[in-house]
């Protein structure tokens, strides 16, 4: 994972401790500097601001602006600066850029950025997000290697909790979402087929629907917006709070105890809410089928068997086998990728549920034309 600039406070008495660690890099965006300047301006106002940078892997003028604005408010407020915890060619730079005062009409007023500028910027976004989503899956691919080998570490006990939350809590949402789909499927069909006196045939309608693609599709969407946010949320409380820093420090890889049970409990759990799903769906429908065109259960389920093959089913599971990993991937991704404020949290638990459903829906399509040339 790409390491990323953090910054942290640490007030003792009229003192306080400014912490830089990480990579500052300007590809990388600056952290506001919107906490220390609270901090400064807290009252009591502080007498003294030092800082330590001794997990400051990487920097470049990043630093210098950031600390040029932290020296511009001490100063405003009559604070000493101790810039004794610096690096020293940061130092150095820090001085040189304070020796000359800023000329009137130096800085250059800010224009748009042409179509051009933009373009290219979000070209090097894109191919450093890549880099990172490869990355990223790359280094899963090894901790799966490790799994399968019995050397990867994790708590079981975790992995059993995140299996229940996963699974048996979510059979609520599943079973309102597949009975109320089955129940809109069989009814659309029932409106058109029953025009040319082939009512019967909706059982075909929901059985094949449900089984093949909207057992397994609908029941992704529900966990993407459900389990997958609320793995980028706890990773990315997780990143807030050092937490996951602090499993590096202790030795441990956080993707195998953190992300590797998440992953696992997901792939478990999605074959078997699919199977659910699909039975929910069929009931929905066959609801329909004897309320609306009089239909009765034993004709209903006779012609769902007669309809629906093995393959049909065997189709649909392993395409929410798949979806699942999508699923855990995206969340945990954009987990680890959660910058470090509080808002940082809610945007990776949006980011992974957009990131979800549209892997959901681009591998549903790749599925497709795949069981269509393999005519399946």
Sequence with gaps: MVEQSQVSLQRSGDAVLVRLSGAWRLRGGLPSDATVRHELERSPQPARVSFEAQTLTQWDSSVLTFLVAISALCRQRGIDMDRAGLPAGVRRLLNLAEAVSERKGARKEAADASLLERIGAATIGATASLA????????????????????????????????????AEALPIVTLISFLVGVILAFVGAVQLKQFGAQIYVADLVGIAMMREMGAMMTAIIMAGRTGAAFAA????MKVTQEVDAFTTAGFSPLEFLVLPRAVALILMMPLLCLYSDFVGVLGGA??????????WTAYFRETANAVGLTDVIGGVFKSSVYGVLIALAGCLRGLQCGNSSSAVGDAATSAVVTGIVAIIVACGTFAVIFYVLGI
């Design 234 to 237: 706890q990773l990315g409380t």
């Design 132 to 167: 990172e989503i490869l990355s990223f899956l790359g280094e899963m691919t090894i901790t799966f290697v490790r799994l399968f080998g019995m050397k990867a570490r994790y708590r079981a006990s975790d992995l059993f909790l995140l299996i229940q939350q996963c699974g």
């Design 287 to 296: 609801t329909i089928g004897v309320g609306m065109l009089d239909i009765s």
